[in-house]
């Protein structure tokens, strides 16, 4: 499986940018950007937003299997429904939830 660290870093080196450039670009230092790569380190959501913009795929792609279904429900939780205001423990705390009632009831 693709790691958080490896889709980043494979979009990076596809649009031709080093770890200096995602780093001014997200006002941030080249070394939290390595240690994103390296999955040694959570991104911000809003760093999270600035990059999917950046390289135009979708939050969900960037952290999670395309086929993971807690990515389809928190990209339709967040389209639908709004839970934007949500902190993400609270996030991720509600689609597991939700995945757990679907693992019950399928």
């Known amino acids: 499986m693709i790691t958080f660290g ?3 870093k494979q979009l ?4 031709g940018l ?7 670009y997200l006002g941030t230092t080249r070394q939290s ?3 994103w ?24 792609y960037l952290k999670y299997d395309e086929q993971n279904l807690g990515a389809l429900l928190e990209y339709r939780l967040l389209k ?5 205001n949500l902190t993400e ?8 939830k939700i995945v757990q009632i679907y693992s019950i009831i399928k």
Not at 80 to 84: M, S, Y
């Open 12 to 15: 990076r080196k596809a649009h």
């Open 18 to 24: 080093d770890q200096n450039a995602i780093a001014d």
């Open 37 to 60: 790569e390296r999955n040694q380190n959570k991104m911000t959501n809003e760093n999270l937003e600035k990059l999917a913009k950046l390289f135009n795929v979708e939050i969900s």
């Open 6 to 8: 490896d889709k980043i």
């Open 33 to 35: 950007v390595s240690m």
């Open 89 to 96: 423990e609270e996030k991720e705390e509600l689609v597991n």
């Open 80 to 84: 639908e429904f709004g839970i934007k």
